[in-house]
């Protein structure tokens, strides 16, 4: 229902370092965030608290370079206030669309996937390492607790695995998005 800009990583390594200097620590905080943010937007919203999560995030993450030297405090209270905003925003649209809703007669098919999409996103799968492809795979294969696991036999936390593979997930969406494009899979 909202619309979410991606996220660069360039953005996303400055509000973890506006978060903390220290990596794991950045990490920790974000997760603590985050896991914020869903349970204040489930609560004021009822529904799509992760997307909206997001969507602050990435909100904060692109004000971050202009306010950093001159926010003081928390900077957990920034994103709370940015939620609050957000989920009055998206009750406002609510709104306006139950009416559309109600009026709605038939829902239309789900289109066929994308060949071209999973094409480009085999062929750019292929240029990460063994290692990166093995992660990335596993880790939007399983579940929560698989999630787990395998942040274990990585030797890091739940919360760094979802950094980590957030920053190899930054190259993928570029070189796919690039691939689609181009209109033809990328060699």
């Keep these: 229902m909202s619309f979410r800009r991606e996220l ?3 953005e ?3 509000l973890l370092s506006w978060l903390d200097p220290n990596p794991e620590e950045a990490a920790r905080k974000y997760e603590t965030i ?3 943010l869903v349970k204040i937007l489930l609560y004021s919203t009822g529904a799509e608290a992760e997307v909206l999560a997001d969507e602050v995030i990435d909100r904060v993450a692109s004000k971050v370079r202009g306010m950093r ?3 003081t405090g928390d900077p ?3 994103f709370y206030g940015v939620a609050k905003h957000v989920a009055h925003e998206h009750k406002r649209k ?3 669309l139950t009416p559309l809703i109600d009026e709605l ?3 239309p098919a789900a289109e066929p996937p994308d060949e071209l999409a999973e094409q480009c996103l085999e062929r750019c799968m292929q240029k990460l390492s063994p290692d990166d492809q093995a992660l990335i795979r596993c880790y939007y294969e399983a579940d929560t607790a698989e999630r787990k696991r395998l942040a274990q036999s ?3 936390t739940i919360l760094n695995s979802r950094v980590k593979v957030f920053r190899k997930m930054l190259p993928l969406k570029d070189c796919v998005n690039r691939c689609i494009e181009m209109g033809i899979p990328l060699k």
């Design 94 to 96: 609510a709104q306006k």
């Design 69 to 71: 030297d001159s926010y």
């Design 76 to 78: 957990a209270r920034y």
């Design 8 to 10: 660069d990583r360039n």
């Design 105 to 107: 007669h038939t829902i």
């Design 12 to 14: 996303f390594n400055e």
């Design 34 to 36: 985050r896991a914020g």
């Design 154 to 156: 990585l030797g890091i």
